[in-house]
């Protein structure tokens, strides 16, 4: 086994001549990473990269975005996905107004003040933006770190997390730049040390590897029991007049917090339309079925059923408001939504 010293410098010059090149290292600042660490969190890559300057373009500070109206900022995080990130986000930046003067933070024990921040991306904001001497553990560097020390405890048990922060810390201690040290061993659980079969061969560490030593970097860490996912059903019924949407804004809490839709009846079992019909809020002179869809999530699965009603005349739509086509277009919807749209 390697020295920490020996592994971290190996990690510092494999990231410096392997780093992708993303928007967020091309230019630094603490708000940047801020943004960049919570678009991140569970959402892949490819899908941050679309989002991010455009982000960034209308929210350059925290100022921006703390004064912005949150239909817009839940609007510009679409495609994303848990909007509840975006929320935070924007709450951080308030905080960041109120209590430390506009200027993000870079001390970690500031920056897990803010909504949303917990230890792993107070210490990414400290030490990539600013090189504090911080360690970071996520899903790709606790993978690393198990398979450098043959590690092959269940990674959601708290020992296996504790001793990942604690070999995470060994690390940033015995580095050279801790930005390139920590932003390193997420690149290369990302790249190279991935789950499944690593590519032990384009390793800056393989040689001093427990795991690889012993052949059993495949079988660590061990597999995830399949999480399982609860079966919804939502009937969502799609009603026009003179040209314009019902729709409506879901609660503060639950999936899609704040996000709208067209009304919709949540249900743990598929209904008939006259069951939709009787349970949708609003009165209806007829319903016909337009088709369905699975929609995924990590914990849901969600069948959608999508209905077109016509509203009885006069109808009351308490709760609701009608809306233009065009307004439609810039209110925040989900994914599954959309399609919905699509389909109405
Ligand atoms: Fe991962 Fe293989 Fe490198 Fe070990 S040698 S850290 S298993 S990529």
Known sequence: MASPQQQARGIESWFMANRRSLPWRSRRSAWRSLVSEFMLQQTQVARVLEKFEPFMERFPDPASLAAADEQEVLAMWQGL????????????????????????????????ELPGVGRYTAGAIASIAGRRRVPIVDGNVQRVLARLHADDADPSSRDAIDRAWQRASALVEACDRPDHLNEGLMELGALVCTPGVPDCGACPVAAGCSAKQSGRQGRIPPPKR????????????????????????????????????????????????????????????????????????????????????????????????????????????????????EMG
């Open 226 to 341: 399949a999480a399982i996912k609860v079966e919804v059903h939502h009937h969502a019924v799609v009603v026009r007049r003179n040209g314009r949407l019902l729709m409506e804004q879901r609660g503060d809490d639950g999936i899609w917090a704040g996000l709208w839709q067209v009304p919709t009846v949540e249900s743990k079992r598929k209904l008939v339309p006259s069951q939709v019909s009787r349970r949708c809020g609003i009165e209806l002179a007829g319903i016909d079925r337009l088709g369905s869809f699975t929609h995924v999530l990590s914990h849901r699965r969600i069948h959608v059923h999508v209905f077109r009603g016509d509203a009885a005349p006069g109808a009351r739509c308490v709760g609701r408001t009608w809306q233009s086509r065009s307004s439609v277009g810039s209110l925040p919807v989900s994914n599954a939504v959309k399609r919905v749209l």
């Open 81 to 112: 996905g848990y909007y509840r990130r975006a929320r935070n986000l924007k709450r951080a930046a308030e905080y960041i107004m109120d209590q430390f003067g506009g200027r993000t933070p870079l001390d970690p024990e500031k920056l897990v």
